[in-house]
């Protein structure tokens, strides 16, 4: 993974642009049915990064809720006007953890993925690379991921802990 500082990206018609302030915690390239059918395409690629480091530098994305595979649905930061998917938010994390769209980055080729998720669903004509980390489902985080993106998950946790508790409606 790319340990860079910044990463810009934004829509196709510019309206919203966004900064990740640090890098992601982790790079999934899913292959899961849902992310199939939300992308339109063999595969999602996410950055997970902090909400607090994924800043707005121009516009604001209109919020949609829609369904997922949890059956608590993800929220949706999308583009008012061009209505390019940028990020997400999963009920899981809530609003503290964001799985920003890497296509949607300037440079998208500086975040490859560190892993490929859901393989078992992925389509049969997509041949990974011979060195590439994939998974049949899902993993471990220890496992995957590089020891300061565990750190400042264990930081994150009571955050997101303290969001549960609050008992926000999510849906």
């Known amino acids: 993974m790319n340990t860079s500082s910044c990463f810009d990206g934004g829509c196709d018609c510019g309206q919203v642009r966004y900064r990740l302030t640090g890098a992601p915690l982790v790079v999934h ?8 059918r939300e992308s339109g395409s063999a595969f999602a690629q996410n950055a997970m990064i902090e909400s607090d480091r994924l800043q707005r530098l121009a516009g604001a994305p209109e919020i949609v809720l829609t369904p997922s595979a949890s059956g608590q649905g993800q929220r949706i930061a999308r583009c008012p006007l061009c209505r ?20 949607t980055l300037d440079e998208p080729d500086r975040l490859p993925p560190d892993i490929h998720i ?14 590439a980390r994939a998974v ?19 930081a994150l946790l009571p955050r997101i802990q303290a969001w549960k508790a609050a008992g926000r409606p999510w849906t």
Do not use: I
């Open 29 to 36: 390239a899913c292959h899961c049915r849902w992310c199939q």
């Open 84 to 103: 390019l998917a940028l990020w997400s938010h999963y009920a899981g994390s809530g609003p503290l953890v964001a799985f920003v769209r890497v296509g």
């Open 118 to 131: 859901f393989t078992s669903t992925r389509q049969p004509w997509l041949t990974l690379p011979p060195d």
């Open 136 to 154: 049949p489902e899902y993993y471990e985080s220890e496992q995957v991921w590089q020891p300061a993106s565990l750190e400042r998950r264990s």
